[in-house]
């Protein structure tokens, strides 16, 4: 498989991901697009994800730019923190596909990159430019917590208190600040299924083994079972039998906790936006977070938007049940798990 670029990013087999295919398509992007401040640079738990990381981070400073080493951690909060700084991010992650392969996500200081900067990517792989000095890359261990706190404030220490929440490890990066942000919050939390070696997991398409496994786990009195794809931008939750519940039914309901007037989706949601009755807009779009995010700018308002994978995406400053919930416009796993939980309770 030939590594394509396209709504994910760049992708393919990791042997295919070479260092020169790696700086061209870093080298483009920070030339095409809006860079801000600086690149940051975060990682999944792959095997082939710490030397892809030192490749993007090697072609950001050689195009002259100060680099932020965020080391491994969930994609929605190196955007996040990338955001916060009014800087530019590369994630290194295949997100829920298997670890012979990997990829690359980029942002823009506004959050994910749009069809047209996807457009301008590609038509800059072929320019070289010589390389600049820049500095040390600095180290940031403060992104992972930032994320965290962010739900702490908005939803309380007691938005889950007395709640019994399994949560299935495997090898999500978002593995540990989930369960960190869910105890913050009050629950019980357990982990369950950690796994060192990479396991794909797809929140949009549960394999057979997996909803089996989950329903074992569902017997041993849980309140709920939640966990994430590989990068931690996705959520999967299942109810007290451990029954998957979809991603776009969480989208909808912490659509409707948050108080979006209007919820932009992909046509392979399920149509309970319109059936519900609780939104003034429902917003259709070819599938993938690019038209989704343009459709939201587009709208503006309190808009928010969800893809059948449960990824999450916030428009406007929302108020949560204990403090205030700024925009975050890329896929989030956290907010699409705690809202429907602590509505719930």
Same mark, same amino acid.
């Given at each position: 498989m030939a590594p394509k670029f396209g709504t994910s990013?760049?992708?393919? @087999?990791?042997?295919?991901?070479?260092?020169?295919?790696?700086?061209?398509?870093?080298?483009?992007?920070?030339?095409?697009?809006?860079?801000?401040?600086?690149?940051?640079?975060?990682?999944?738990?792959?095997? /082939?994800?710490?030397?892809?990381?030192?490749?993007?981070?090697?072609?950001g400073r050689a195009a002259?730019?100060?680099?932020?080493?965020?080391?491994?951690?969930?994609t929605p909060a190196l955007a996040l923190a990338a955001m916060d700084a009014g800087a530019s991010a590369v994630m290194v992650t295949g997100s829920h596909i298997p670890a012979d392969r %990997?990829?690359?996500?980029?942002?823009?200081?506004?959050?994910?990159?749009?069809?047209?900067?996807?457009?301008?990517?590609?038509?800059?792989?072929?320019?070289? /430019?010589?390389?600049?000095?820049?500095?040390?890359?600095? @180290?940031?261990?403060?992104?992972?917590?930032?994320?965290?706190?962010?739900?702490?404030?908005?939803?309380?220490?007691?938005?889950?208190?007395?709640m019994r929440i399994g949560v299935y490890s495997h090898s999500s990066v978002a593995r540990d600040l989930m369960a960190e942000t869910l105890a913050a919050l009050g629950a019980e939390v357990a982990d369950l299924g950690r796994s060192e070696q990479f396991i794909p997991v797809d929140t949009e398409a549960v394999d057979a083994a997996t909803r089996a496994q989950l329903a074992a786990w569902a017997t041993e009195g849980f309140d709920a079972l939640v966990s994430t794809d590989g990068d931690g931008d996705r959520p999967l939750m299942t109810d007290a039998t451990g029954r998957v519940i979809p991603g776009d039914v969480l989208g909808q309901i912490t659509a409707a906790a948050l108080g979006a007037e209007t919820v932009v989706t992909p046509v392979s949601s399920n149509t309970g936006?319109?059936? /519900?009755?609780?939104?003034?807009?429902?917003?259709?779009?070819?599938?993938? /977070?690019?038209?989704?995010?343009a459709a939201m700018q587009?709208?503006?308002?309190?808009?928010?938007?969800?893809?059948? %994978?449960?990824?999450? @995406? @916030?428009?406007?400053?929302a108020q949560g049940p204990a403090g205030p919930l700024p925009a975050l416009m890329t896929r989030d796993s956290l907010l699409p798990l705690i809202a429907p939980l602590a509505a719930a309770k």
């Open positions: 990013g760049l992708r393919g @087999l990791v042997t295919e991901l070479t260092p020169e295919l790696v700086t061209a398509h870093v080298a483009a992007f920070l030339r095409a697009c809006p860079v801000g401040t600086g690149l940051y640079v975060g990682r999944d738990l792959r095997p /082939s994800s710490p030397d892809l990381a030192a490749m993007v981070i090697a072609a002259g730019f100060a680099v932020t080493d965020c080391g491994a951690l969930p %990997n990829g690359l996500k980029f942002y823009t200081p506004e959050g994910e990159i749009t069809k047209a900067h996807e457009t301008a990517i590609l038509t800059g792989l072929e320019t070289v /430019s010589p390389a600049l000095p820049s500095p040390e890359p600095r @180290l940031d261990a403060g992104a992972g917590p930032t994320w965290v706190a962010r739900y702490v404030t908005a939803f309380g220490p007691q938005a889950l208190a007395g936006a319109e059936a /519900s009755g609780r939104f003034a807009r429902v917003i259709r779009t070819k599938i993938g /977070s690019p038209f989704v995010i587009a709208a503006g308002g309190k808009v928010a938007g969800y893809e059948a %994978n449960g990824g999450f @995406l @916030l428009g406007f400053a």
